[in-house]
């Protein structure tokens, strides 16, 4: 009997630590810092205001983070001479921002209840603040992460979608982490906002078919044909409203105006064409559908309970 109750009781021991985003809850801090929703919410709105790409910036660093190892910080670690972290790996490279305002949301935290608030939950924060702010959907964050010790370059290499993706690729990277391809489609969609570097589309208006004449002449206007020349030149990845959270990227893809590759791979003869179609059409499903996708993304190995820290500065471990 003895041994049938530790079996019992070691198998629930394995559910809990299996499905430790079980330990997240919206009331993580509701007591141990009361204001942190109003105090991130400022700091994210100020920052937005100075710059509205800023919103998709913030949304980036969470994806960016929880794809590489779960949602834990390790994005936000800066290189030391015994350390190499994130940063620097090719999806992030040149291209992941926002740390600065990173940096200050985290003081702002700080300030209100020291020690408390982990920098993976304040990315979580900030991301859904940011859809909020450019007029998306609201959802309730789940928190309780604590943030990582330590980072992989290697990992941010090979878990970062590159926007050089086919649609096999997509699904088969969302659903190793648990995401359907309907979370895939719905969260492509935060490409209605932010702005993507010459770079990362020049072979898609130079090279491919399936995509709109005039909108491939109007990119190459800023994207030069020669590799080297004008790499950092931005685009919008909406051209219709890039700091509006809408239903517009869709609408761009079934009109084949996507600008990344991997983008106009959701609408081009495959699996997912019926989903982009649904959410050019019916823009409360989209946002209702991003919500959850967001949600679920945010659940992907977090830490918890004992394991991590609750960094003191989110460049660096304690």
Request: glycine fraction near 8%.
């Amino acid at each position: 009997m003895a041994l049938f109750k530790n079996a019992i009781f070691l198998a629930i021991l394995v559910i809990l630590i299996g499905n430790s985003s079980a330990q997240l809850s919206t009331g993580f801090y509701s007591k141990s810092c009361p204001n942190l929703f109003s105090t991130v919410k400022s700091a994210v709105q100020s920052a937005i205001s100075k710059e509205a790409r800023m919103g998709a910036s913030l949304l980036r660093l969470f994806f960016h983070d929880c794809f590489v190892n779960g949602c834990d910080g390790s994005i936000l670690l800066d290189d030391t001479s015994s350390f190499t972290g994130e940063k620097n790996a090719n999806p992030n490279r040149n291209s992941a921002r926002g740390f600065d305002v990173v940096d200050n949301i985290k003081s702002a935290v700080e300030n209100v209840c020291p020690g408390v608030v982990s920098c993976a939950d304040i990315l979580a924060i900030a991301a859904r603040d940011s859809v909020v702010t450019l007029g998306g959907p609201n959802w309730n964050v789940k928190l309780g992460r604590r943030d990582a010790r330590t980072a992989s370059q290697a990992a941010a290499n090979n878990g970062i979608p590159p926007p050089t993706s086919n649609l096999n690729a997509l699904t088969s990277r969302f659903s190793a982490l648990g995401l359907s391809t309907r979370d895939l489609v719905a969260l492509s969609g935060s490409h209605t906002i932010g702005q993507a570097r010459c770079t990362s589309f020049r072979a898609r208006i130079y090279n491919e078919t399936n995509l709109d004449p005039s909108f491939a002449r109007t990119r190459q206007g800023n994207c030069p044909r020669a590799s080297g020349s004008g790499d950092n030149n931005l685009a919008p990845l909406d051209l219709q409203t890039p700091t509006n959270f809408d239903n517009n990227y869709f609408k761009n893809l079934v009109n084949q105006r996507g600008l990344l590759h991997s983008d106009q791979q959701l609408f081009s003869g495959g699996s997912t064409n019926s989903i982009v179609s649904t959410y050019a059409n019916n823009p409360n499903t989209f946002q209702s559908d991003f919500a959850s996708a967001m949600i679920k993304m945010g659940d992907i190995r977090p830490l918890t309970g004992s394991n991590g820290e609750i960094r003191k500065n989110c460049r660096r471990i304690n």
